[in-house]
T-cell receptor
Framework: AQRVTQPEKLLSVFKGAPVELKCNYS??????LFWYVQYSRQRLQLLLR??SRESIKGFTADLNKGETSFHLKKPFAQEEDSAMYYC????????????FGQGTILTVHP | GAVVSQHPSWVICKSGTSVKIECRSL??????MFWYRQFPKQSLMLMAT?????????EQGVEKDKFLINHASLTLSTLTVTSAHPEDSSFYIC???????????FGDGTRLSIL
């Protein structure tokens, strides 16, 4: 079975501070990991996928297979980063079926 | 690119009514679409995987006769909530995956309220 855990339901930081949203997963094979973001009153959007190894809006995430983690990081948070963030895992088969974590609400204070 | 349109965005209807929700991929073809349910302040829960031209695959605990899924073309999947009751009230979200692979792209969701 595959499982995604986001231990923090709420995370508050001040503008300019570093931010890290934690994500741990459980999966027996080689997973594909994603971060999705949902801004207020908007649809869920793809932020990052681990195979792309890119930085989007200043966010990065590294897959750590030893720790089974895929934490999302940004060195200097901005107010517009305030949103709900979901970590998601796609197993090897099943047509890319996603398992979502519970989500973390990030609030960046001015 | 990769826009998914979901319609309607909000529907209110009486108990016992059947409600159809459409999910369309506007600028790409999607062999596979997914239907999720989201309760307030909770995460997305996958209900079923919709495959073009074949039967949908339902997750454990999801009643296939209650939630009918049809994926008749590469750009359209529909979810019909049959004989809806107040406990079916929820936020339903669809997503579509580009044929050949890639990430899922999500619709805006449909808020269903059953009176």
């Amino acid at each position: 079975a595959q499982r995604v855990t986001q231990p923090e339901k709420l995370l508050s930081v001040f503008k300019g501070a570093p931010v890290e949203l934690k994500c741990n997963y459980s999966y027996s094979g080689s997973p594909e990991l994603f971060w999705y973001v949902q801004y207020s009153r908007q649809r869920l959007q793809l932020l990052l996928r681990h195979i792309s190894r890119e930085s989007i809006k200043g966010f990065t995430a590294d897959l750590n297979k030893g720790e089974t983690s895929f934490h999302l990081k940004k060195p200097f948070a901005q107010e517009e980063d305030s949103a709900m963030y979901y970590c998601a895992l796609a197993g090897g088969t099943s047509y890319g079926k996603l398992t979502f974590g519970q989500g973390t609400i990030l609030t960046v204070h001015p | 690119g990769a826009v998914v349109s979901q319609h309607p965005s909000w529907v209110i209807c009486k108990s016992g009514t059947s409600v159809k929700i459409e999910c369309r991929s506007l600028d790409f073809q999607a062999t596979t679409m997914f239907w999720y349910r989201q309760f307030p302040k909770q995460s997305l829960m996958l209900m079923a995987t919709s495959n073009e031209g074949s039967k949908a695959t339902y997750e454990q605990g999801v009643e296939k006769d209650k939630f009918l899924i049809n994926h008749a073309s590469l750009t359209l999947s529909t979810l019909t909530v049959t004989s809806a009751h107040p406990e079916d009230s929820s936020f339903y979200i669809c997503s579509a995956r580009v044929t050949g692979g890639g990430p899922q792209h999500f619709g805006d969701g449909t808020r269903l309220s059953i009176l």
